[in-house]
């Protein structure tokens, strides 16, 4: 991949964890200050506590994303971003813009996603 291409996907990286990180500092934040507040509501209890849930849940999955990403940055700093973890082909450069931290090409990921399938039947 050319130097100028890989500065690219490095900088969405970046962005993206950024981001990330910045929502998960606001939340941990949320988190604290509602510890604080008094709700004498039982309804508004349930309500609360369902929605910190529901936050919580999608922070998990960012959290993973988070993961992926630093993964991601480290292929980028050794040379091998945008390579197949499967086949070793280069990953097609539309495929990165969609989801900087592929790991497979796309034909090697609707096998594998096809594999996974036949292994829950």
């Known amino acids: 991949m050319k130097p100028e291409k ?5 900088e969405i990286l970046i962005n993206q964890l950024k981001d990330l990180l ?19 509501d039982l309804t508004d209890m349930a ?3 369902t929605n910190r849930t529901f ?7 960012e959290r993973k994303l988070i993961l992926k ?12 971003y945008g390579i ?4 070793g082909k280069q990953i097609d450069e539309e495929r990165l813009k969609a989801r900087p931290v592929a ?7 609707k096998t594998l996603e096809a594999m996974e399938k036949l292994g829950k039947r």
């Open 84 to 87: 197949c973890e499967r086949c």
């Open 69 to 80: 990403i630093q993964k991601t940055l480290k292929k980028v700093e050794n040379g091998t």
């Open 55 to 61: 936050l919580l849940r999608i922070r998990d999955r």
């Open 6 to 10: 890989l500065a690219y996907f490095k």
């Open 22 to 40: 910045n929502e998960a500092q606001k939340t941990v934040t949320d988190l604290i200050q509602e510890r604080k507040e008094n709700v004498p």
């Open 103 to 109: 790991s497979y090409c796309a034909e090697c990921k």
């Open 47 to 49: 309500s609360l506590e």
